[in-house]
């Protein structure tokens, strides 16, 4: 597992990010235990430690400069991305990590307790049914939907100010000419991987 940790150590610098020791610690010791938790699980698709260091932990703190206020939504976090990395580098914010796969959120819940975040909360439920008593600043999504459909599916959530930030991989253009709200599209560059990686960022449209 030292590559890993060196692996890591070289993508966080070229991330330009400090996140001291505890924080780099506690990144290295989520990806034990998503490798340990996925043999029988099945959490995500990636098995090699080495991948998981840019496929989901370089990936997720990607999108780190981007994030607005401090109450944040991770909506279909999966295996707890990108939330769980994010929570790690921002203690100063709340995350909520939302899933409807109560196999996902019972190991997440898990990952919370080891490595004591005490920032995140864990919430088992479909999006459309979430009903938080105060919305978010930022509400983040991986490409579960079509941008249109993610709109409508988490537009109750943000706050009068609230940003939403879709993670995709190429840029959907088809979507983005459905998409009536103004958006911006954010490149981003992951290290360690060579394919497109894109953020959409959308405003909570204003009415009246």
């Not at 196999?103 to 909360?121: I, P, S």
Request: charged content about 25%; some cysteine; hydrophobic content about 45%.
């Amino acid at each position: 597992m030292d590559a890993c940790r060196d692996k890591l150590e070289l993508g966080l610098k070229a991330l330009g990010l400090d996140v001291g020791e505890h924080g780099n610690d506690a990144l290295f010791r989520f990806i034990k235990l998503i490798t340990k938790w996925n043999k029988a699980y099945n959490l995500t698709a990636v098995r090699d430690p080495l991948e998981m260091v840019s496929l989901h932990i370089l990936d997720s703190l990607a999108i780190l400069p981007y994030l607005h206020g401090s109450r944040i939504a991770d909506i279909g976090t999966g295996a707890g991305l990108p939330g769980i990395p994010l929570a790690i580098c921002r203690p100063d914010c709340q995350f909520t990590l939302v899933d409807s796969n109560s196999k996902k959120t019972r190991f997440v819940q898990q990952a919370v307790l080891e490595l004591k975040l005490k920032n995140v909360e864990v919430v088992h439920s479909r999006v459309e049914l979430l009903q938080p008593e105060i919305l978010f600043s930022t509400v983040i999504c991986r490409a579960f939907a079509s941008m249109p459909d993610i709109l409508q599916l988490t537009g109750h959530l943000l706050a009068e100010d609230g940003v939403l930030l879709a993670m995709k991989g190429q840029q959907p253009e088809q979507e983005l000419i459905d998409l009536a709200e103004t958006y911006s599209v954010i490149p981003l560059t992951v290290p360690g991987i060579a394919a497109e990686r894109c953020l959409i960022r959308l405003e909570k449209p204003k009415h009246g």
